[in-house]
């Protein structure tokens, strides 16, 4: 195999290895930063500061034994109450998948809500990938501490036994 064909199919390695990692790349998004799940804060604000993708993860951290999480509707989220509430959560450290591309509504469900503990965050197709790839490759998503982990190592190997005969062709 000449140099040239070695390079290009090298580049085309790193091209689909970068493919992958954005793939299973998810953001664990922590509500409020390092003030947390709390009564004061404007989430309206912390949430126009982030952008959320399918696949990614909203997490609430608080005082258990104070507050809770209840994901609910719009209309709940207007008027703070939990009837019909899709899903309720209270270890104090809860991460919830956002597995749809929707508008989401999290409220605190005994009381902190009418004191601004209330969240609404759209959530976004992931950007410029096939869905038919990340939909088909679900047993990828399970498992994708070990694909990210699995792929750079197998990158390496192969970078370090191809570009080193490569410029020790043209040196
Ligand atoms: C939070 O901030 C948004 C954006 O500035 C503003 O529209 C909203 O009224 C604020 N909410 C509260 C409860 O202050
Ligand atoms: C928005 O995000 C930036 C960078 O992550 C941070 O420095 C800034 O404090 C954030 N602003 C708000 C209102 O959360
Ligand atoms: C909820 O609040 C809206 C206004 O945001 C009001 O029109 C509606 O009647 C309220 N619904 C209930 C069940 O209280
Ligand atoms: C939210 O859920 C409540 C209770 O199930 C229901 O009465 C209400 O119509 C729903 N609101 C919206 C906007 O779907
Ligand atoms: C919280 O969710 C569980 C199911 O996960 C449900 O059985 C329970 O009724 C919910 N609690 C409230 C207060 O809605």
Sequence with gaps: MSPVQRLLLLLSICASTITLATLVHATDHIVGANRGWNPGINYTL?????T?????????R??????????????GYDNCTT????????SGKDFIPLDKAKRYYFICGNGGCFSGMKVSVVVHELPSTPHAAAA???????????????IPV???????????????YWV
């Design 62 to 75: 608080y005082q258990k034994t104070q507050y809770n999480v209840f994901e609910v509707n719009r209309t």
């Design 136 to 150: 088909a490759k679900p047993e990828e998503k399970s498992g994708a501490g070990s694909v990210v982990l699995a």
């Design 83 to 90: 009837e019909g509430a899709v899903g309720n959560w209270s």
């Design 154 to 168: 197998v990158v390496v190997v192969v970078v370090a036994t191809w570009i080193v005969p490569f410029f020790g």
């Design 52 to 60: 959320f993708y399918v696949g990614d993860l909203i997490s609430f």
């Design 46 to 50: 912390w949430a126009n500061n982030h």
